[in-house]
Every structure is written in C-alpha cells, then in structure tokens.
C-alpha cells in the first residue's frame, strides 16, 4: 500500500516541525500549551484523511485490499461475490440382499477420519445383483471431507440385509470458504477466464 497511516503522535510531530521551521516566533511547545492542542487535532484530522486514503486506494488497487473491501472491489467488477465451503460427494457401493432398502435420511455412512454422509438422492434399492452404486454427499462442510479411497466403511442405522459399504473413488469438491488470496487471483484473473 502506497499510503502509510501515522500514528497521531508522529502526524503531530510532523505539524509542529513544519511549524518550527515556518516561524520563528514559536520555539518551544508544551504538553498543555494551546499549540500542541492546535497541533493533537489537526494530526487527529489528518489520520482519519489518511485512513479514507488508504480504503480509496485498497479498492483501486485490488491487491491492497483484504477482506470485506476486497469483497467490496469484486463486487464492482461485477464479480460474483466470495466462494463459500462446501461438501464432498463422491460414489458408494452399497452390498446387501436384493430388495435392501437404504433410506435417505435414516442410513448415514462414516468414514475411517469420522466424516458423515448421506444419501444424496432418494431413497436406494439393492437390485437382484446384489449391489449397487449410490451417490452421497457430506454433512460437514470443508476440504477436510476430501476423504481417500476405501475409507466410508461404516454404516450406522444400517437396514436389514446391508452386508457392507465402501467407496471406491475418493470423495471431492469439499472446499473451505475462499481466502483473501484466492479472491484476489481471481479478480485479477477473470478476464483469462472469458
């Protein structure tokens, strides 16, 4: 950031030595003195300038923003607005007697790291070849549900005739709420994007 804010002690400072060299009717300046009051408001006044100067600033130049005013300068760019977490999904094989029904929101399927997931659809049936692939999806929300291959082994609530579970691809998508950085590259970046 080009803009430097000062303490009110330094922008205090500054007027007085400005002063000093201005004049030389004034040669000393006490903690009391109407001077150093005079002195205290206008570096009070000053700080506050240099604070708007500075969130001026922080949204022409998006890569001295951070946080609500980094949102602010995606905004006018009429960028969609900070990416927030997600869950993961991925496919589970589900082996059981045919006619083995999973429902949506009685059977839940934990993995080894103690992710949960459900069924993302409706309900699921086991057909005649005794197995079938069903979509679930995490209830926690980040990239910690990003879980490896074969670990959902478990089923709680498991219905009669559930004989096992295991996903054989890794689970994916889970995203945690997206960063100042990752916000800023994309701001940069939308027009490589179109």
Excluded: W
Excluded at 6 to 21: A, P, Q, R, Y
Excluded at 27 to 37: A, C, D, E, I
Excluded at 124 to 134: D, F, G, K, N, S
């Amino acid at each position: 950031m080009k803009t430097i804010i000062s303490t009110v002690t330094e922008l205090k400072n500054i007027i007085l030595e400005i002063l000093f060299s201005k004049t030389d009717k004034v040669s000393k300046v006490s903690n009391t003195s109407v001077l150093n009051g005079l002195a205290y408001a206008n570096a009070k006044v000053g700080q506050k300038a240099l604070k708007d100067i500075a969130i001026i600033e922080s949204q022409l130049f998006p890569e001295y923003a951070t946080g609500e005013y980094l949102d602010a300068v995606a905004a006018r760019y009429g960028i969609f607005e900070r990416l927030g977490s997600c869950s993961s999904t991925t496919y589970l094989y589900l082996y059981g007697e045919p006619g083995t029904i999973y429902l949506k929101n009685t059977s839940k399927f934990i993995s080894n790291d103690g992710i949960t997931f459900v069924l993302e659809n409706e309900s699921v049936q086991i057909p005649e070849c005794r197995y079938i692939y069903a979509k679930v999806r995490s209830e926690e929300l980040g990239s910690k549900t990003n879980v490896a291959p074969l670990s959902i082994i478990n089923c709680t609530n498991p219905p009669a005739g559930h004989l096992f579970c295991i996903n054989e691809f890794i689970a994916t998508g889970g995203r945690d709420i997206e960063t100042d950085e990752e916000l800023l590259y994309r701001i940069k970046n939308i027009h490589n994007i179109l």
